[in-house]
């Protein structure tokens, strides 16, 4: 089954020039230009035919052909451009639904997987936003850097925020490395395609806000030992290490150094203790 759709970084431009379209830098445009890695990143949707799939920013549906072809339906497309969003419903018909709106605003409920070539300007809360509602598949294709960054492990200097919010959701397993010169216009850094699984069951915190802030507080100095941290989070750092089960000399360790289950387990304790959530430093304590 083919669609019009270009092929080519000069079909991609003599695209644009026939839609009267000027890439958008504040919107962080850059079409996929290779077919071959879009049927490479629809074949790692595996979704059961009739699960809901979203894809975000449809573009010149490069990547919604690859998924037409491969019998993705129900498909709903959000693309925030109005032409374009006029030129992906002409070109797929019915196939297709086609939603113009900013993807950060879209409802995610109801969706089994969510599928794009994500905006640099934007690719991590969009997919931050897809974990924290649990949409049980995302697949992604963002900046190389980034995408390493939510599969990062302890230890590694991308380890930090993004990976511990995709380890409480679920995991993340990055794939091919996207070269520049598969998008037109051309960007100034490669991509990395990945996948996040959701978690089953209840996510092991009680409190994602106080997650969110004790890995802020942590994190916002991370290359200080938890000996000198731990304060900023909680009145008795001694016992809530130890109710947290962090391991023995945790005061010479730094953040990057503990597993995103160590942060889990101090949340919940700390959760459970009723202690007070803060928001700067303990007094006394430089920043």
């Not at 491969?70 to 497309?77: A, F, I, M, S």
């Not at 950060?104 to 931050?128: D, K």
């Not at 996207?178 to 850094?189: A, K, T, W």
């Not at 809530?240 to 005061?251: C, H, I, Q, S």
Request: glycine share 10%.
């Amino acid at each position: 089954m083919g669609f019009p759709v270009p092929d080519g970084p000069e079909a991609i431009r003599a695209t644009l020039r026939a839609l009267g379209l000027r890439p958008s830098r504040a919107w962080g445009q850059s079409f996929l230009a290779d077919p071959f890695v879009a049927d490479a990143e629809a074949a790692l949707l595996e979704s059961p035919p009739g699960t809901p799939v979203l894809e975000i920013g449809g573009g010149l549906g490069v990547l919604t052909a690859a998924l037409v072809r491969r019998g993705t339906t129900p498909l709903t497309v959000v693309e925030r451009d109005p032409r374009l969003a006029a030129y992906l419903a002409a070109t797929f018909e019915d196939r297709v639904r086609v939603v113009e709106d900013d993807a950060r605003h879209v409802p995610l409920e109801g969706y089994g997987a969510v599928i794009g070539n994500l905006p640099y300007s934007v690719g991590t809360p969009l997919v931050l936003r897809a974990l924290a509602h649990r949409v049980p598949r995302v697949v992604f294709l963002l900046q190389r850097e980034v995408a390493e960054r939510f599969a990062a492990g302890p230890g590694s200097p991308g380890y930090g925020r993004l990976a511990i919010a995709a380890r409480l959701y679920g995991e993340v397993e990055l794939f091919r490395t996207v070269g520049r010169g598969c998008f037109e216009p051309r960007p100034e850094v490669d991509s990395r395609l990945g996948v996040h699984r959701a978690r089953a069951g209840p996510l092991p915190v009680p409190s994602v806000p106080r997650l969110e802030s004790i890995v802020r507080a942590l994190f916002g100095a991370r290359r200080k030992q938890l000996g000198n941290l731990l304060g900023r989070v909680t009145d008795t750092p001694a016992d809530a290490a130890r109710r947290a089960d962090w391991p023995e000399g945790w005061e010479r360790l730094r953040p990057e150094n503990l597993p995103p289950e160590a942060f889990f387990r101090l949340a919940t304790v700390l959760s459970a203790r009723g202690d007070p959530e803060r928001t700067s430093p303990a007094p006394g304590r430089r920043p």
